[in-house]
């Protein structure tokens, strides 16, 4: 890496954690206004739709990846392991609610 150039820092994994989150959802929101789930509940599931849901996927888990270098967790290099899993973004998906929008939290004085 460039030593003239300075790192994102973040405060703790969980803000990490945060951006992951929501770059999830909204690549989840796009999906569903670019390719709908299927009206007709009783035909078979759409093949498509999965395939292209997988592929985001792996791209958002490799564009993160590819910028973890350029990252610095509370003054530490960021490792792969705080990248979350699928199951560990649902749930987060779900504490995140308890937040309000421009909230400060994990801000220090």
Do not use: W
Not at 55 to 79: C, D, F, K, R, W
Not at 86 to 103: C, F, I, L, R, V
């Amino acid at each position: 890496m460039d030593p003239h150039h300075r790192r994102i820092d973040l405060q703790s994994p969980a803000d990490l954690s945060y951006l992951h989150t929501n770059i999830k959802q909204s690549a989840q929101q796009k999906l569903d206004l670019a390719i709908p789930p299927s009206a007709n509940p009783t035909t078979e599931p759409d093949s498509f739709r999965p395939q292209v849901q997988q592929l985001v996927h792996e791209y958002i888990m490799q564009t993160l990846t590819l910028a973890l270098p350029s990252l610095a967790v509370n003054g530490l290099e960021a490792e792969t392991s705080m990248l979350v899993t699928d199951d560990e973004t649902t749930e987060m998906a779900e504490d995140e609610s308890n937040y309000e929008p421009g909230s400060i939290r994990g801000l220090r004085s």
